[in-house]
């Protein structure tokens, strides 16, 4: 993650079995110079993920989020809510957790409302899905991670903002599916024109169809190839 010209990287110690012990973010100047953040309520391990914004560092460690200031160069732990991760955003922040796998950072419980048709319900006890990545792309959310088996979904969603419709998507649009929820999708990216996702089983191309074409074909608005 950057800031104007300075970096900042998640460092971690990790045991021999690859679990992350211990850890923080340090910063790495335009001249080379490396600081580790320290100060205020300190990180117990080195972030899943982090986000920067004009005024903060935002990030997710031990799924808590803590947050850097950089006028009073200090962490704080703004809530003890449970987070699995944070993304950016162009209107501030993404965060996820379960039974609100997609809502933004700093807004209201009143305006996160709108995305609560792409949170799993709680009447299903002890199940959610896990977002990797979001991307925002002509008034829609885009994301995946691991998916959810009562979805029967591969693990990448779609949220359209203007009309509240959460899209699931899987074996009848092209992707591959396990029942043991092995496949999963990393990371995504937009680039002339197609959705690009990186995921269990290699690259996979979402082509974005015209929407009028696929409400004639009473057909989901993407293509997939894998």
């Known amino acids: 993650m950057t800031q104007g010209k300075d970096v900042f990287a998640s460092l971690g ?20 110079q490396v600081e580790v953040l320290r ?17 903060r560092l935002h990030v ?5 989020n803590y947050q850097w200031d950089f006028a009073t160069k200090n962490w704080s732990k703004p809530s003890d809510d449970r987070m699995l991760t944070v993304f950016p955003g162009s209107a501030g922040p993404w965060g996820s957790r379960s039974r609100q796998e997609v809502f933004r950072l700093h807004a209201s419980d009143s305006e996160n409302a709108l995305y609560q048709n792409a949170w799993c319900s709680r009447k299903h006890r ?19 991670g691991r998916p959810w088996r009562d979805f029967r979904s591969s693990g990448f969603y779609s949220f359209d903002t203007r009309t509240q419709q959460f899209r699931k998507y ?3 649009h092209g992707f591959r599916y396990d029942k043991n929820c092995r496949y999963t999708c990393h990371d995504g990216v937009v680039a002339h024109g197609h ?12 082509t974005i169809l015209n929407a009028e074409k696929a409400a004639r074909k009473s057909e989901p608005l993407t293509e997939i190839q894998q």
């Open 170 to 172: 899987g074996p009848r």
């Open 195 to 206: 959705i690009w996702l990186a995921t269990s089983d290699g690259l996979a191309q979402v």
């Open 39 to 55: 100060g205020g309520d300190e990180l117990p391990a080195a972030p899943d993920s982090m986000v920067v914004t004009a005024d």
């Open 126 to 144: 002890g199940s959610t899905y896990w977002p990797k990545f979001l991307i925002e792309h002509d008034e829609k959310l885009w994301f995946g």
């Open 60 to 64: 997710v460690s031990w799924y808590r």
């Open 13 to 32: 110690e990790t045991t021999s079995r690859g679990k992350v012990v211990s850890g923080g973010v340090v910063k790495i100047t335009d001249r080379g």
